[in-house]
């Protein structure tokens, strides 16, 4: 039984944002006794995020970062603070998420479920678009067909939970044998990509990742505008982003590549510089 979580999220200069979501999640109401705790890493932000968030909710355990954590470096700091705490699951969750009512008590009925046949499992709590029903965040299933490996969205399924392969982190449920097994995220990742590859790597464990029934909140999709990704920026622009630690550093990205997409590496490991230079999306 699921008795005890930490939350665990990471922040920079988005006051208002994480304000929101944090009511959010402490708003929750769940069925039964369950602690709460949350770890929120500050990571050097300079519009008095910590100081509000310390005036608003004192339950929660603010951590200082010095602005060069990014996501997965927050996350794995504010992990490796709870996983001293020995809890029985482990929630991470963006600042720039907001659940819906009952989420909290629908992820955890839907962990308790499969972890009474199985030793641990990963519940992705998918995210819609705001006002809408559009997917934005949650479950992923890799597929592949020929030289091409692609990971999907997995849409939820109003009453029952969907096997997936790995999952995006802005509201996943971890339990405690996975993080035992597993660990943290990985250091050599700064930004993108850790939840990818923790999940990835959970289930190549053998454990268990689904996406949880229904919506679990509402988050914008991240725009690919002014982006690596965007085709519209100048060339030298586009690589300054690629390179950067919010597109895809070539280190990190070929130690993914290499890790998940098996024989088919070499043609993703260089597929973001190639398209990037030939001016393709």
Same mark, same amino acid.
């Given at each position: ?16 944002? !994480? ?13 039964? =006794? ?14 008095? !995020? ?17 602005? !060069? ?9 504010? &992990? ?14 963006? +600042? ?22 199985? @030793? ?38 109003? /009453? /029952? ?24 995220? +990985? =250091?050599?990742?700064? /930004? ?14 053998? &454990?268990?990742?689904? =996406?949880? @029934?229904?919506? =679990? ?13 965007? @085709? ?28 998940? &997409? ?9 597929? @973001? ?9």
């Amino acid at each position: 039984m699921i008795q005890r979580i930490a939350a665990l999220a990471t922040c920079y200069n988005r006051r208002e944002l !994480t304000l929101e979501s944090l009511q959010s999640l402490l708003s929750q109401q769940v069925a039964r =006794a369950v602690t709460l705790d949350v770890y929120l890493v500050d990571d050097g932000s300079s519009d008095g !995020t910590a100081e509000a968030v310390g005036l608003r909710f004192p339950s929660v355990r603010v951590l200082s970062g010095d602005g !060069t954590l990014y996501w997965n470096g927050g996350m794995r700091k504010a &992990f490796r603070a709870a996983m001293d705490g020995d809890y029985d699951a482990y929630i991470w969750f963006n +600042d720039d998420s907001r659940l819906l009512p009952g989420a909290l008590q629908k992820i955890i009925e839907c962990a308790e479920e499969v972890i009474v046949n199985r @030793p641990g499992v990963i519940v992705a709590g998918s995210m819609r678009r705001p006002g809408s029903v559009e997917l934005t965040y949650g479950g992923l299933i890799k597929r592949a067909k020929g030289l091409r490996l692609d990971f999907y969205s997995v849409e939820p399924h109003p /009453h /029952h939970s969907l096997p997936c392969d790995t999952m995006n982190g802005n509201f996943t449920l971890i339990s405690r044998s996975v993080a035992q097994t597993v660990g943290n995220l +990985d =250091a050599r990742f700064k /930004h993108q990509l850790g939840d990818f590859d923790y999940g990835l790597r959970a289930k190549k464990l053998g &454990f268990d990742i689904v =996406a949880m @029934p229904g919506f =679990a909140g509402e988050c914008e999709g991240n725009s690919s505008a002014n982006t690596w990704r965007d @085709p519209r920026l100048p060339l030298r622009a586009r690589w300054r982003q690629l390179m950067s630690p919010k597109g895809a550093p070539p280190k990190e990205w070929v130690l993914y590549t290499a890790r998940h &997409f098996g024989w088919r590496f070499p043609l993703y490991a260089i597929s @973001p510089y190639v398209k990037t230079l030939l001016g393709l999306r």
